[in-house]
Every structure is written in structure tokens, then in C-alpha cells.
């Protein structure tokens, strides 16, 4: 995919006279994976990471310093490539503000000094990006078609596979045990390739796996291949190496040991059964969390790629798909689980897999109660591809079961009764900014943002519910209770 630094220099974004304000450190040399535009405030959790994200920047200097400082971190959260930001209108104090802010995010920002149509800079880019792609399949699929004519014609010969994929993609190819040892290796040269001298050599590295367990581990290296072409090409290859080695793989002791582990979290075993086994293999002991995976369609790289995603974990079957006890023993457990889910989302992005990360166990022998979560919420949407992290819905779950409740409905009614009274007749949205306010811990100016409202009119609103609740929760010591009925009841409104 184009860098930053390449995308700067197309046309229809040097019209704009772009200036990079602030970078982190190799941020002008990350991929671009799509061109945004958006004047959206609330955008972030709409994106998937790796974006250039335009805006005029009219709403975004309405917001004020910690609005939009608080807007940073969001797009900064989200892995966003870069934020093009119209200047016109804003004063050097504000534009440094808001420099200092994704400097501190480490978020790279970029000052459009020119006005232009952003549907012409979105386009240009994301068509170069679109070719490219393009490209980069054609090639892989002539590696593919080359080894299953190969494969055909003269059976599942490692040696010979990895030559013609080292050929195909000027590369060093090698594979090696599950303990390291070296299987076979290729060398190749693309014709007409030519190696760059000011750069390192690229890498992409992936697991074979067969029947559940990691039978080899596939690395390639090229000096002209693009890490791109590479990855693509991984991918592509861990399926087929896959089943070259099905016939003469056996899982090691280790490997088995592990399987017995994970039938165990399973089957529910009694946690000192399951602590037993787990003193068997070469897992940490200590916190743990599971993970499901459900394949939505044949193919097998989601394998390889839950594989990238957690390269230290127990895997074996679930009903129709995948289950890993993926450990994490060491400093900042719930930290190693948050970047669990983040390898998880990179790793799987466009395959067609749904994957459900459960709650952390502090002690991996109860992880069947982790296994247990993750089942439940992979069942109730098992048709999107996607990764559900458990603990980010608990609160929505325990929302829904509150509404289920009998005596809920009595308590909404009597803490919200005149607020809803009075939506309805005048059509105004008091409960939504009621939950919004106390979702973001009654913090004004990121439920302003959230809202897409002036700070003026937020008080507005939260200055009649508080006439209506019959004073500011803060003060009578109705924050928990007012904070249920109003989750509650935007769910009844269909607006959770």
C-alpha cells in the first residue's frame, strides 16, 4: 500500500499545499490503507485503523482545546494513519493546540493550507490503492496456479513448491519445524526485479497449521518484493503448505499435551484436573483468556492468522471452529489481553471469520468460565465476520437483562417518568443526553463531542432534566440508579 510520504505527492492533495505539523516516528513511512473524509466528530469507532482521515476543520475548532484534544486520541486509538485538517479560518494558537495534542497522541497531523475538493483527493489515492491491490493478487494467483499445476502433475514436493514461489517473488524462502529445525528452503529470482540498496530486506512470517497444530512455520524475505506482496503471498501459501504436510505431520509431545488442556477447559474439568495439565506443558501459568473462532466460509488462512495474532497459545477444536487458551502471565495481564484483541483485529481483517475474546481469568485453571462468555456472545451473531471483545459488552449485556426484569420497568418509570413525558411532547432527545452524559462520566465536553452539540446547548438540555429529576444527580446521590434507567430505557427505545 502507498506511504504517507508517497501519498503527499499525489496532485489533488499537493493542491491543498499540505504541511505534516507532526509525525511520530516512521509515521510519514506507514501504509495507507483508505482515504476518509468526514466532519463526523464521533468518527472513530467507525474506522478500522490505517486511514487518512480528512475534515474542513469547522467543527472540529468549534469543540474548544480538550474537545478536540479528546478528538485526537480517539483517531489515535484507533491506529488512524493521519488526520488532514482545512486550516482556513483557524488562528496559530488553536493550530498549535491541536499540533501539540496529536504530538502527544502520536498521532501524525497535516495542515491543508488550501481548500479543495476532498472527493478528488479521496479518489485518486484510493484508486491508486485499489490497482495496486490489484497487482499484488495477480501475482499471487500466478504463484498458486503454478503450484497446483506442479501439484498436480508431480504430487506435494515441498522443494519444488518453494522454489517456484521464491521465483515467483524475487524471495528467500524457508520452512522450519515446529521446534525450529530447518524443512526446506528456496531461492529465487524474479525477472526483472531489481533489489533497493538503501533498504533493509522485507519479511513476512506466518504458521502452517494442520489438524489444529502448528506443523511448520513459513518465513520469506525478498530485497525487491514489497511487504505487501509478501504478506499477501504468506497467506496464500500457508493453505497450500498446509495440505502438502497433512500426509507427514504428527504433533510432538508437547503439542499433545496442550490438546489435552484445551479439551479440558472444554469439558469443564475440575481446576485442580485442569491445573495438573497445565503443569504438563510449556504455557505460563497465571491469567489467561479464551478465544472462539468461527470460519464463515472454506477457506483456511484464518488458521495462520489466529496463529500471528497469538503465537504462545494452546489451540484445538470447537464444534465447527477453533478455540485458543492464549496465556498471559506477566506484567499487565488486562493490557496483554487489550493488545489480544487488537492483533486479532489486524490479523483477520477482511477474512471471513468471527472471532469472540473472553473475559480474563486471573487464574487460567477457571478458563472454562472465559470459554463459557466467549460461546454465548459468538452465538448471538455468529453470521458477521468480526471480533466481539467480551468484556467491552458487558455493560450492554447486563442492560439487556435489566430490561428483562419485572421490577425494572416500575424503577425506570419512576426516575425518568417526567423526562420521557416530556420528550415525547416536545420531541426533544433529554434521556439519550442524560445516558451520553453519564456514559462519559458526567464529562461535558466529551458528550458535547459525542453529540455533535455546542457545549451552550448541552447545558441547556442537562439544565431541564435536572428541573425535571428534581435536581442535579450529582448532588442527591442518584447517579447509579439514574444511569440504569436511562441505559434501560434507550434500549426500549431502540437507541443503545
Known amino acids: 500500500m502507498p506511504t504517507l510520504a508517497s501519498a503527499l505527492r499525489f496532485q489533488s492533495l499537493l493542491e491543498a499545499d499540505p504541511v505534516v505539523r507532526t509525525a511520530p516516528e516512521g509515521g510519514l513511512d506507514r501504509g495507507i490503507r483508505w482515504v476518509h473524509s468526514s466532519e463526523v466528530l464521533a468518527i472513530a469507532p467507525l474506522l478500522r485503523g490505517g486511514e487518512v482521515l480528512l475534515t474542513g476543520g469547522t467543527a472540529l475548532l468549534a469543540l474548544g482545546d480538550a474537545g478536540r484534544k479528546e478528538y485526537v486520541e480517539s483517531l489515535a486509538a484507533r491506529d488512524v494513519a ?103 528452503a528456496g531461492d529465487g529470482k524474479a525477472e526483472g526485479a531489481q533489489p533497493d540498496p538503501g533498504s533493509p530486506p522485507r519479511s513476512a512470517e506466518t504458521a502452517i497449521a494442520v489438524g489444529g497444530y502448528v506443523a511448520a512455520r513459513l518465513v520469506i524475505e525478498s530485497d525487491s518484493a514489497d511487504d505487501d506482496l509478501l504478506s499477501s503471498a504468506a497467506n496464500r501459501l500457508s493453505e497450500v503448505l498446509a495440505l502438502a504436510l497433512a500426509q507427514s505431520f504428527h504433533p510432538s509431545a508437547d503439542q499433545v499435551a496442550e490438546g489435552r488442556l484445551v479439551q479440558a477447559v472444554l469439558d469443564g474439568a475440575p481446576r485442580t484436573a485442569v ?128 430490561e428483562a426484569a419485572a421490577f425494572v420497568p416500575v424503577h425506570v418509570r419512576s426516575a425518568l417518568g417526567r423526562v420521557q413525558d416530556w420528550d415525547r411532547r416536545h420531541g426533544t432527545p433529554l434521556v439519550e443526553t442524560l445516558a451520553r452524559w453519564l456514559d462519559f462520566g458526567c464529562n461535558a465536553t466529551a458528550t458535547a463531542a459525542r453529540l455533535h452539540i455546542e457545549r451552550q446547548t448541552l447545558h441547556k438540555r442537562l439544565s431541564k432534566s435536572f428541573e425535571l429529576l428534581g435536581g442535579d444527580p450529582r448532588t442527591t446521590g442518584e447517579v447509579f440508579a439514574l444511569h440504569v434507567a436511562v441505559r434501560v430505557a434507550l434500549l426500549e427505545a431502540g437507541l443503545a
Open 82 to 184: 493521519a488526520l488532514a485538517v482545512e486550516t482556513t479560518g483557524w488562528d496559530a494558537a488553536a493550530l498549535e493546540a491541536l499540533a501539540e495534542a496529536a504530538a502527544h497522541a502520536g498521532l501524525t497531523l497535516v495542515e491543508l493550507r488550501r481548500v479543495v475538493r476532498f472527493v478528488d483527493v479521496a479518489e485518486e489515492i484510493n484508486s491508486a490503492i485499489v490497482n495496486r491491490q490489484a497487482r499484488i493478487q495477480s501475482v499471487v494467483d500466478g504463484i498458486s496456479r503454478r503450484i497446483a499445476e506442479h501439484i498436480a502433475t508431480r504430487g506435494p514436493e515441498l522443494p519444488a513448491i518453494l522454489r517456484l514461489a521464491a521465483d515467483g517473488l524475487d524471495a528467500r524462502v524457508r520452512l522450519t519445524g515446529h521446534d525450529g529445525s530447518l524443512h526446506e
Open 275 to 402: 491445573g495438573r495439565l497445565w503443569a504438563g506443558t510449556a504455557l505460563a501459568p497465571g491469567p489467561a483468556c479464551v478465544v472462539l473462532a468461527l470460519p464463515l466460509g472454506p477457506a483456511t488462512a484464518h488458521e495462520a492468522a489466529l496463529r500471528r495474532a497469538a503465537p504462545q497459545a494452546a489451540a484445538g477444536t470447537w464444534g465447527r471452529g477453533r478455540i485458543l487458551l492464549v496465556p498471559l502471565a506477566g506484567a499487565d495481564p488486562l493490557g496483554r489481553r487489550g493488545g489480544l484483541v487488537r492483533a486479532l483485529s489486524e490479523s483477520t481483517r477482511a477474512m471471513p471469520v468471527r472471532c469472540a475474546v473472553g473475559p480474563l481469568v486471573w487464574d487460567g485453571t477457571g478458563a472454562h468460565e472465559s470459554f463459557t462468555e466467549a460461546r454465548d456472545l459468538l452465538d448471538e451473531a455468529a453470521e458477521q465476520p468480526g471480533i466481539v471483545d467480551v468484556s467491552a459488552q458487558f455493560g450492554h449485556r447486563v442492560d439487556r437483562h435489566l
